[in-house]
C-alpha cells in the first residue's frame, strides 16, 4: 500500500512564507507526476502545482512567481515553497502522486494525502 503524508502547513501572516512536504511512502517503484491541489471552503479543489519525475513543472496562474515546487525522486518527496502568501491562497493543501506503480509491469494508480492546513492571516 501507498501512503501520502503531509506536513508544513500552519499560521503565517500575509506576506509570509510556508514549505510544504509530501512523502510516498510504501512499496513504490517509480512515481509519474506529483502534484500540490488546494481546496478552500465551499470551492472545488483546484491544481497548485505539478512536477513530473524528470522534473518538469507547472503552475496555476495564481501562484506563478510565487510557489515554487520540486522533488526529491530518491526520496519520493515533493515540496511546495510557498512565498508572498495571500488570504485567498488558504487553504487545504493535497499532496497527489499521479501514476505509481508498485513494480515495473504494475498498474498505475494515483494516490491522495489527508491534507495539511494553510491558513494566512492579514
Known amino acids: 500500500q501507498v501512503q501520502l503524508v503531509e506536513s508544513g502547513g500552519g499560521l503565517v501572516q500575509a506576506g509570509g512564507s510556508l514549505r510544504l512536504s509530501c512523502v510516498a511512502s510504501g512499496s513504490i517503484f517509480s512515481i509519474n507526476a506529483m502534484n500540490w491541489y488546494r481546496q478552500a471552503p465551499g470551492k472545488q479543489r483546484e491544481l497548485v502545482a505539478g512536477i513530473t519525475s524528470s522534473g518538469s513543472s507547472n503552475y496555476a496562474d495564481s501562484v506563478k512567481g510565487r510557489f515554487t515546487i520540486s522533488r526529491d525522486n530518491a526520496k519520493n518527496t515533493v515540496y511546495l515553497q510557498m512565498n508572498s502568501l495571500k488570504p485567498e491562497d488558504a487553504a487545504v493543501y493535497y499532496c497527489?502522486?499521479?501514476?505509481?506503480?508498485?513494480?515495473?509491469?504494475?498498474?498505475?494508480?494515483?494516490?491522495w494525502g489527508q491534507g495539511t492546513q494553510v491558513t494566512v492571516s492579514t
Open positions: 497527489n502522486a499521479k501514476g505509481v506503480r508498485i513494480g515495473p509491469l504494475s498498474i498505475l494508480r494515483d494516490y
